[in-house]
């Protein structure tokens, strides 16, 4: 199963504007883009978080072509929301989950944040793209694209003008980089 | 005068690798842009710990064409450094030190961080471009390109490949847009 991380981020590499939760800092064109980019996924996995700011959309479209996956301490929380094969919470390990989307034939997922799924990825080497939206923005504070202590490279597949401003980059993880 | 900040930062948004100080983590493509765009600059501007890590370089390459002014609180701690129009130290706030350079007949002051004086800079209008080398590498941890709460938008000037990963982008702040 191809694992592709998507993230719009800020210039200095934040995937949300100071305390506000969400990409609403992003330019319509990488809206466009990643609602598009997302048709080609046939799962797609997020933190708590991630799903509390997009929920009113997500339940507006769910469909049997792409299963939701939302990893939360809490699924009970939930439960009024699950949908078996649309939309699903889950305690397990991020190993487990990668495992079962991949034993129920699942061939390609979008990795949507936050800054805790997207770093324990790419520290399991659970990664093969990371496509970031580059929007000409500057916030100085906000939840970083990445944590800990990592040291990946990526190789540069391809780049792609969203707007005159906003650029988008599509990485392919180095599995034999030093880290 | 006209400001530019030069930056090399990762993917996650920033200028150190961890702990370490400094740009060891940049391309030698960047080290080669970066050395020939400071000839098209006859000040440059950088706080204590840009200064000490790149010291060496400096006290070899220092000219009459270019004066260096570093920030800190102890410009007597330098005071052996020292070389009036070449390479002074001052704890003079930023607004005078800029001011002073226009006095001087600066024309193109480069701005080299770190996070505080590239902060300052923009919190403060006092930047007319940001060029900031995207390197194909994700740290998690280090020093941040930015800091506090700012909002401040660009626009993307030029875009170049100094490798196949490697980008060169050149922005331009946007002094109208809503800060």
């Known amino acids: ?38 048709q080609t996924f046939d799962c797609s996995l997020m933190g708590r978080r991630t799903y509390k700011v997009s929920r009113e959309r997500i339940l507006a479209n769910l469909s049997p072509e792409r299963l939701r996956i939302v990893r939360t301490h809490h699924p009970e929380v939930f439960a009024a929301d699950a949908l078996q094969e649309r939309l699903e919470f889950t305690s397990a390990p991020l190993s487990e989950i990668l495992d079962d989307l991949r034993a129920r034939g699942k061939r390609r997922c979008a990795v949507l944040g936050g800054t805790s799924i997207y770093s324990e990825c790419l520290q399991n080497n659970w990664m093969d793209e990371l496509w970031v939206t580059l929007e000409p923005l500057g916030f100085g504070s906000g939840k970083r694209l990445l944590e800990g202590e990592l040291s990946v490279r990526f190789s540069l597949k391809s780049l792609e003008h969203l707007s005159p401003d906003t650029l988008l980059l599509k990485y392919k993880l180095l599995r034999d980089a030093v880290r």
């Open 1 to 38: 199963m191809e694992i592709i991380a998507i993230a719009a981020i800020s210039l200095d590499g934040l995937i949300t504007r100071h305390a506000q939760e969400g990409t609403g800092f992003a330019s319509p064109e990488d809206g466009q883009f990643f609602r598009q980019a997302l």
